[in-house]
């Protein structure tokens, strides 16, 4: 008998039971916004739409990419700042938007820390120290000790005050004691055009941007930046080799607004770093002289903190400022 009422209760239950679950809500269960605070063609922009379109495949929801560029970055990261933190408005940050403008600029329209939550780190775009081939310096302590007997006479050119090119370049003055000019310009590819010319001695460049040249011999490549040698030129040191503690990351990151839910952005660590893993995505990588650093959103969040210590230091060092 009390078998048969067990029964009864749990059948009565069950109908019950049924809606409460169906009603909750599953993420996702609405398209996906990614805003790209830089311009179409990027690093930032070509992996933020292959992690899009990869997520619209696993889950069935689109995924939009919406380009908001201007302010280095801080004008389409104060957009996710200011979304509900609910998943479905993310940003594909940078070290920029969520390192370096909180010290490179007077005022900023959110709080680097407290207005996201680190979800993934997507990608390294490995840096590469490289001189016109006119330069007598084949090895990094060459280069200190070029640098040393002229003071002055060897300048960098960079992408614009306060990019990862120039802040690497004041990086390797600080470390090194060494007096070299920068010559800043409106984008990296007019900097890279004035150093295969030899306007200009060297650049702390992305890989993506001076590898083709390094291949054709058009540059000569001293050092990566990041802490170990790139699979794209693996016979070339890195600068922390001579120059022990140097490390530039020019890495991108996916954050969210504060407050989303830990499980979304767990689901959202998950799926994005099994994307990275996949052979075809490294593959591209590779190509590309990029690098995907697996780390859980914890981890993310206390690299972005070391990041944002870091480059305080060197951009007040250095006495940068920009308008």
Request: aromatic share 6%; hydrophobic share 45%; proline share 9%.
């Given at each position: ?225 990041g802490t170990?040698r790139s ?76 990041e944002l ?15």
């Amino acid at each position: 008998m009390r078998k048969t009422i067990a029964m009864l209760i749990g059948a009565a239950m069950l109908p019950m039971a049924t809606p409460a679950s169906a009603q909750a809500p599953t993420y996702p269960d609405k398209p996906i916004r990614i805003v790209v605070p830089f311009a179409v063609g990027g690093i930032a922009d070509t992996f933020g739409r292959e992690i899009g379109k990869k997520l619209t495949e696993a889950w069935g929801q689109p995924v939009i990419i919406d380009n908001r560029t201007g302010a280095g970055g801080n004008i389409g990261a104060d957009i996710v700042a200011k979304s509900p933190p609910d998943g479905y408005t993310l940003v594909m940050g940078n070290i920029g938007t969520h390192a370096v403008n909180l010290s490179l600029f007077p005022a900023m329209p959110f709080d680097t820390i407290k207005d996201f939550t680190p979800i993934v780190h997507v990608l390294d775009a490995e840096g590469l120290l490289v001189v016109n081939p006119s330069i007598k310096a084949t090895t990094v302590p060459e280069l200190i000790a070029l640098a040393r007997s002229q003071p002055d006479k060897l300048s960098y050119g960079s992408g614009g005050v306060g990019t990862t090119s120039h802040l690497a370049g004041e990086l390797f003055k600080s470390m090194t004691k060494v007096d070299i000019v920068h010559v800043p310009y409106k984008g990296n590819v007019p900097a890279i055009t004035d150093l295969l010319g030899g306007q200009t001695s060297m650049a702390f460049a992305t890989m993506p941007t001076v590898l083709p040249q390094v291949r054709a011999g058009k540059l000569r490549p001293l050092a990566v930046l990041g802490t170990a040698r790139s699979p794209a030129l693996p016979d070339v040191p890195t600068v922390a080799e001579s120059v022990p503690g140097f490390e530039v990351s020019n890495w991108i990151g996916l954050f969210g607004p504060a407050g989303t839910p830990s499980a979304i952005v767990a689901r959202l660590n998950a799926e994005v770093q099994k994307i990275m893993r996949s052979p075809e995505i490294q593959k591209r990588l590779e190509t590309e002289g990029a690098k995907f650093i697996p780390m859980t959103p914890e981890q993310f969040a206390t690299f972005q903190k070391s990041e944002l210590t870091k480059w305080a230091k060197t951009i007040k060092d250095a006495n940068i400022k920009v308008d």
